[in-house]
């Protein structure tokens, strides 16, 4: 079971991040008409809207939470005066609310690709595989409020972000801090890495141009004169 965490969470994460990094920038290299969300609105509206901006208002909130609660240094929230316990609180609501929003915007994209006969022909199996890994990833992370209401003291809370924090760092010893972690905490984490995996491989590729779309703000001005 030891060398079983040290790979998981010591060496893993290393592969993930590889794979999202490199995959990522093959497939806008070599498949660049492959690099869009696919969109369904054309084979049928219903219900797209509503799931769509509550499952993106969702994710996008539980993924900046997520970086912000496990990289900011402990260190920080003590300068803030922010106790562990009172964080843990602040991510547990903040959590179960995004967590949530999202949880319902899923439900409703995936009822749209699984049960629409005309969406569901031109899906392609792992762009529906991931909306399943997606569904299970955000269950379990939902499942862990549960276990961190029984521990409020918001310890177990620091020993995720110190491997989270361990692994950016390249520590050695990271996989030493997810040893005693609630087999629920590990398999989200593990569900959660997978899916940088599987990311370059999918329509989640978009998520890129969505973050680079930001830049578009300060683009120059078109110059347009006559002849």
């Known amino acids: 079971m030891n060398n079983?965490?040290?790979?998981?969470?010591?060496?893993?994460?290393?592969?993930?991040?590889?794979i999202f990094l490199l995959?990522?920038?093959?497939?806008f290299e070599r498949e660049q008409y492959t690099w869009k969300s696919d969109s369904s609105q054309m084979l049928y509206q219903g219900q797209l809207r509503?799931?769509?901006?509550?499952?993106?208002i969702g994710i996008l909130g539980l993924f900046f939470g997520?970086?912000?609660?496990l990289l900011t240094p402990v260190w920080v929230w003590d300068a803030l005066g922010v106790t562990h316990s009172l964080k843990q609180m602040v991510a547990i609501v903040?959590?179960?609310?995004?967590?949530?929003?999202?949880?319902?915007g899923l439900l409703i994209l995936i009822q749209r690709r699984f049960t629409n006969a005309r969406i569901s022909a031109v899906t392609r199996t792992g762009d529906k595989v991931l909306l399943l890994w997606i569904l299970c990833s955000l269950l379990l992370g939902l499942a862990t409020i549960?276990?961190?209401?029984?521990?409020?003291?918001?310890?177990?809370?620091?020993?995720?972000?110190?491997?989270?924090?361990?692994?950016?760092?390249?520590r050695g010893d990271a996989a030493s801090y997810m040893e005693n972690a609630s087999p629920i905490f590990k398999l989200h984490m593990f569900m959660g890495m997978t899916l940088f995996v599987i990311f370059p491989f999918t329509r989640?590729?978009?998520?890129?141009?969505?973050?680079?779309?930001?830049?578009?703000?300060?683009r120059p001005w078109q110059l347009v004169r006559r002849r």
Do not use: K
Request: glycine share 12%.
């Open 4 to 18: 079983l965490n040290q790979f998981v969470f010591g060496i893993y994460p290393y592969i993930a991040l590889t």
């Open 23 to 27: 995959g990522s920038l093959a497939r």
């Open 50 to 56: 509503l799931g769509n901006i509550l499952f993106h």
């Open 66 to 69: 997520h970086l912000v609660g």
């Open 94 to 104: 903040a959590g179960g609310v995004m967590g949530a929003i999202c949880l319902i």
């Open 146 to 170: 549960f276990v961190s209401l029984q521990h409020r003291d918001g310890e177990e809370m620091v020993q995720l972000m110190t491997w989270a924090q361990h692994v950016m760092t390249f």
């Open 204 to 218: 989640l590729v978009h998520v890129w141009s969505g973050f680079a779309s930001v830049t578009y703000l300060g």
